[in-house]
């Protein structure tokens, strides 16, 4: 690919302006345009030392709007960074709708730079194909346009732009050892660039080649790349907007009989209060342990809380967590998302609370209310809840292939025990803050609840994050298996090693 590009393509300076003085007008009501209809950007550039993305960047800027775009500067992971899954930096650097958000290099660093580098495996970079590609469509699914860039310079060009910028004490600290390596090792970086855009060329986020001996011609094309990538998207939301408006009804996809799935609960189990008394000692003496050998070998633990209301999440969940350090756990208590978390695709606010290496995080909901209660409530379309399915499971799967423990529960009640609570907490004083309208109401959908949750069983429960039912009539049972269950996650998790 990179091979057969003609590297000899130029502009005159004539030809340049007459070209960019129409482009640079079109960016900048096509900004204007993109912000109206709440469409965010996202524009990245890879490619070789001294090929000039830095320059690339800075003129492209010059005709956006600057207080709607943010420009990142990539480099080695953080520490903070190191500790999470490697694409928890870039979900959390995902623009907002309106917004655009430009990269001097990207998540490519992993496959391109560090495999070259020997710093990753092939296996890493296999991994890293996978979470991109499913990353990026996550991310244009939901209307992002993604705009990539591949600045390519042969090697001769490079070594001479490098011995210019080392001649000059005001760029001189601009070529590091690293860009002479690249250099030096140029067929290796080749290698690895080509199979690069081969794996993660795509239809909905295609890379760019751009030839940049000539800086004019490169400039120009960058220009007329974004341009028409986003008159492309604004004029398909324009589009989409229409058919919104005339309230066409989605076509209805006949739901898979998932039934049986919660029916075989059995809700009869119990334990004796002087057993429960036994067993809860027990267990939370050995979760306590267990917190402490995850921080040692810096395995991150995410639990996953669902259920009725009612059910008992919150008294669970508190005796999860009654014997740990409070400073190696989080409990996450997830509401209806905020004007700000509704910008970004759903994910998005889940990203940015995984829990770093060492430490558990504890979901009390989750994501899954994009299958349960967007779904029932109809808060997003039919379309956006069913593709919902596959990009939860690679978002697990990429978090298990971190390394992390994942433990997901679902706590379910009888119809009538749940009416039971419901009266009790609204005849108690102490307890009648727990129960609302919402309750009542959610109640009146027990069977579309009831289906829901019984495909989201069905299409999720996966080998490295599968579901456990948690039959929960009993209180003092459902406290005990989930503490059960969650040892034993996490004691196979440290059987397995690093």
């Known amino acids: 690919m990179l091979e057969q590009l003609d590297l000899s393509q130029k502009l005159s300076k004539k030809e340049y302006k007459a070209a960019m003085s129409t482009l640079e007008f079109r960016l900048a009501a096509l900004q204007r345009k993109a912000i109206d209809l709440q469409i965010p950007v996202i524009v990245l550039f890879e490619g070789w030392g001294a090929s000039g993305k830095g320059t690339s960047i800075n003129r492209l800027i010059l005709s956006l709007d600057p207080r709607h775009f943010t420009v990142f500067n990539i480099k080695n992971q953080n520490e903070e960074e190191f500790y999470r899954p490697f694409l928890w930096r870039f979900w959390t650097k995902t623009p907002a709708k309106g917004r655009m958000a430009i990269f001097d290099n990207s998540w490519y660093h992993r496959v391109l730079s560090d495999r070259a580098a020997k710093a990753t495996g092939p296996q890493d970079w296999m991994l890293g194909y996978n979470d991109i590609n499913s990353f990026e469509r996550h991310l244009t699914t939901d209307g992002t346009v993604i705009v990539k860039f591949f600045l390519h310079i042969s090697a001769k060009v490079q070594k ?84 919104r408006s005339q309230v066409v009804q989605e076509k209805k996809i006949a739901p898979v009989s998932t039934s049986t799935i919660l029916e075989k609960a059995d809700l009869s189990l119990s334990i004796s209060r002087e057993e429960y008394s036994k067993e809860l000692k027990k267990h939370q003496n050995r979760i306590r342990n267990l917190e402490h050998e995850v921080y040692l070998r810096r395995i991150p633990v995410v639990i996953v809380y ?95 292939n971190f390394g992390a423990v994942i433990v997901k529960f679902w706590l379910q009640i009888s119809k009538d025990e749940q009416l039971r609570r419901f009266e009790e907490r609204q005849s108690t004083p102490h307890k009648n ?35 456990t039912i948690v039959e929960s009539n009993s209180k003092h049972y459902a406290r005990i298996k989930a503490l059960k269950t969650t040892i034993t996650a996490i004691e196979k998790r440290l059987a397995r090693g690093n």
């Open 433 to 467: 803050w727990k129960i609302t309208e919402e309750d009542w109401r959610n109640r009146e959908k027990w069977d579309a609840y009831l289906s829901a949750v019984n495909e989201m069983l069905y299409r999720t429960s996966t080998s490295y994050a599968p579901w």
């Open 160 to 243: 001479r732009r490098f011995k210019a910028l080392e001649r000059n004490a005001a760029t001189s600290w601009r070529v590091s050892s690293h860009d002479w390596k690249q250099n030096k090792k140029y067929g290796k970086f080749l290698l690895a660039a080509e199979d690069m855009l081969n794996k993660t060329d795509t239809a909905h986020a295609p890379w760019t080649i751009v030839g940049a001996h000539d800086r004019r011609f490169a400039t120009a094309k960058i220009f007329e790349t974004v341009v028409n990538r986003l008159e492309r998207q604004i004029t398909l939301k324009e589009k989409e907007n229409s058919i």
């Open 306 to 400: 669902e259920g009725w209301d009612a059910a008992g999440k919150g008294g669970n969940i508190k005796r999860l967590t009654q014997k740990l350090d409070p400073r190696g756990y989080e409990v996450l208590p997830i509401a209806a998302p905020n004007d700000i978390e509704k910008k970004h695709h759903y994910l998005w606010r889940f990203w940015k609370e995984i829990p770093k290496a060492g430490h558990i995080g504890i979901f009390d909901r989750s994501w899954y209310g994009r299958v349960l209660v967007e779904r029932v409530e109809h808060f997003c379309s039919e379309a956006e809840w069913r593709r919902a399915y596959r990009e939860i499971n690679e978002f697990e799967e990429q978090l298990f």
